[in-house]
């Protein structure tokens, strides 16, 4: 019998869109182009051995995320660690500053900066519960929490490099500068600064866990608990247009708006066509992964105690490696977002051996090598790691969008997250994730709230599309 419901790609948010229809007692069919998971792969990438997380790694949004907490994924195979400290960031001068689950140890940290980075965040720390679930819905409906997220929104809305110079001195302002460079935009550019004190406040909250074995485990224990449901998975079926998936009643696209333009484009209405035609993909990764044969030596001790470490020197240098890749150039220095999951998870690679991730921002389509750059960023932190690297990997742009389609020109956030695409996305809609088609919703990154991985485009897509089924 066919399904109710078809769900085209397994990432996190198909997935979650999945699970919800399911729950709902909707018969549903995933149908996935490649293996399950979409940013939620691991893979060997390296050395038989060694297991590496293609896409995503760290995972604060997963922990926050309404619709994942809701999930029994413990009983699945998921587990969480949490690294001592959330994140670190080196200096030339051997120090680091520590983003740690505590607000005061990470203000003691940061010397002159201590005061501001806890009057900065302490406002949203302590009620990250319920800010997020307004953060992670539509920014076009009324939120649940209105003082809440106007007092967010009127810090957030700022550029970065605005709130990064409110803080008193260089280590408090590079760790803001990190956490907002991953918004990929200007950090000049008016609300980039949301991106720093959401991570930020994420990192005081829930902390920035790892998930045992990688990140494939998310994407497991979600599809075995859509298997509980009834649901059913095809993987290795890529759809090439629309109409294969009828009679289902309803179609969920886990796809980018240029997907769907493949797809379906001829039969959607002009304004529609034009929106997605004119949305707009951003700055790509340029990803490495090593096998290495120890830990990673750091300069700074304090390296040790984060899975996630930027790699980027002061707010001006992360400034300006961000100002580079936006107008399509790579800086000699980029700024490095790298990931050392072995220190914590064993169970990723041999006895004594570890991996490391690391990916530094290009411009979209970037066909240039930049592996030179990523490695000596790593060395200017940790003099001798290239005599520990076994064996690397590179994925350019070119490759990840190989590896998964939605990542157009290698952008990971399924389209620019500027202000104008955070309410567009891809429509200004309160409900974006409707097509003009019957039957048919949108329900990927490119949708509210965006790029990450917790599932809650899904969701709302699902959501939406419960309601016009009833
Ligand atoms: C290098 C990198 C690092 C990242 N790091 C992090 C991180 O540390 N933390 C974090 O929270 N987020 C991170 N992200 C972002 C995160 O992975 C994405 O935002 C998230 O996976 C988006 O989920 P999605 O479900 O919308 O799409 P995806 O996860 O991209 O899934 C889309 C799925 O659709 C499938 N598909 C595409 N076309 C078709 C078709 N025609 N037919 C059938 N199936 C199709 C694809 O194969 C894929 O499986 C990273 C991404 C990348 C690439």
Redo the contacts with the bound molecule.
Sequence with gaps: MSPDAVV???????LAAAITLARAGVSTLV????AV????RSADLTLPGFTHDV?????P??LTSPVFRSLPLADHGLEWIQPPAALAHPFDDGSAAVLERSLDQTARGLGPGGDDWRRLHAPFVGVWDRLSHDVLAPPLRPPRHPFLMARFALRGLRSATGLARGLHGERARALFAGNAAHSFLPLESPGSGAFGLLLSVAGHAVGWPIPRGGSQHVADALAAYFRSLGGEIVTG???EHLDELRPARVVLL??SPR?VLR?AGEKLSGGYRRALTRYRFGAA?F?LDWALDGPVPWTAEACTRAATVHLGGTLEEVAASEAAHNSGTVHQRPFVLFVQPTLFDGSRAPDGRHTAWA?CHVPNRYTGDVSERIEQQVERFAPGFRDRVLARSVLTPAD?ERR????IGGD???GMMDLRQVFARPVARPTPYRTPLKGVYLC??STPPG???HGM??YHAARVALADLR
């Design positions: 085209v790609g397994s990432g996190p948010n198909g149908r996935e182009a490649q998971g979409g940013g939620l896409c995503s790694a760290v995972h949004l997963a079926a890529p759809v886990d796809l997907q797809l990764a990803k990916y990840l998964n389609a939605n990542l990971i956030n399924g990927s990154a790029g990450g991985v485009c899904g």
